[in-house]
C-alpha cells in the first residue's frame, strides 16, 4: 500500500511540477521565424477572381515578450513583426498600378524584393493586431535604377499555437505615402519558435 501511494505521489510531483515549467516556458522573451505563401487580392475595379500570378512568398519573424496571468494557458504578447519577400512581375505591375509610378517601371525582372516591420501584439496567443511601415523595390524604366515605393501598413490575423511551431493567417493592408489605392496582401506561413 505504501508503495501506490509512493508512486502516486511521484506521478502527482511529476505532472504538476512538468505543467509549471509548461506555464514558466510560455512567460518571457519569444523569438518565431519561418515562411509563408502570399497572395495579393487585385484591384476592385478588376474584378474579385482568383489570379494565380499574384502568388508569391515570404519570410516571417516575430520577437517580442510573452506573459501569462494566473497560471493560464492564455496569454498576451507584445511583438515587434518583419517580413522580407519577393514580388513577382503580375503583383509588382498591381502595386505599381496603384502608386506614383505607375508609368516608369520596368517589369521584366522576376524577383522584386519587400519588407515591412510593424508594432503590435497577439492577444491571448490568438489574435493579431500591428502595424507600421514597408518598402517594395523595383527598377525605373527611363534609367534601369533600383528605386523603392514607400507605404504604411496594418496587419490583422489568426496565430494558431501548437507548441514548437505557430500557424499564423494574417491580412496586410498596403496604404497611404507613395500608395494612391489601397492593397491587401493575404498571407499563410508557419513559425518555428527559438
Wanted: proline content about 2%; overall charge neutral.
Amino acid at each position: 500500500m505504501k508503495q501506490i501511494l509512493f508512486i502516486s505521489i511521484s506521478i502527482l510531483v511529476i505532472c504538476l511540477s512538468g505543467k509549471a515549467q509548461d506555464k514558466k516556458r510560455d512567460s518571457g522573451i519569444i523569438f518565431l521565424l519561418g515562411p509563408s505563401g502570399t497572395y495579393q487580392i487585385p484591384a476592385i475595379d478588376e474584378g474579385s477572381d482568383y489570379n494565380e500570378n499574384l502568388l508569391s512568398w515570404q519570410i516571417d519573424s516575430q520577437l517580442g515578450f510573452i506573459s501569462t496571468r494566473n497560471q493560464t494557458n492564455r496569454g498576451n504578447m507584445l511583438m515587434a513583426f518583419g517580413n522580407v519577400g519577393a514580388a513577382n512581375n503580375a503583383m509588382l505591375q498591381e502595386i505599381m498600378q496603384s502608386s506614383i509610378y505607375a508609368e516608369k517601371v520596368t517589369a521584366d525582372r522576376s524577383f522584386n524584393p519587400y519588407y515591412s516591420i510593424e508594432g503590435g501584439m497577439i492577444i491571448f496567443k490568438l489574435l493579431r493586431i500591428s502595424g507600421g511601415a514597408g518598402r517594395q523595390y523595383f527598377t525605373l524604366a527611363e534609367d534601369e535604377t533600383l528605386s523603392c515605393l514607400k507605404y504604411f501598413t496594418g496587419t490583422a490575423g489568426l496565430n494558431f499555437d501548437f507548441g514548437a511551431v505557430n500557424l499564423g493567417i494574417n491580412a496586410t493592408m498596403l496604404t497611404g505615402r507613395e500608395l494612391e489605392q489601397s492593397l491587401i496582401r493575404l498571407n499563410m506561413g508557419f513559425l518555428v519558435k527559438f
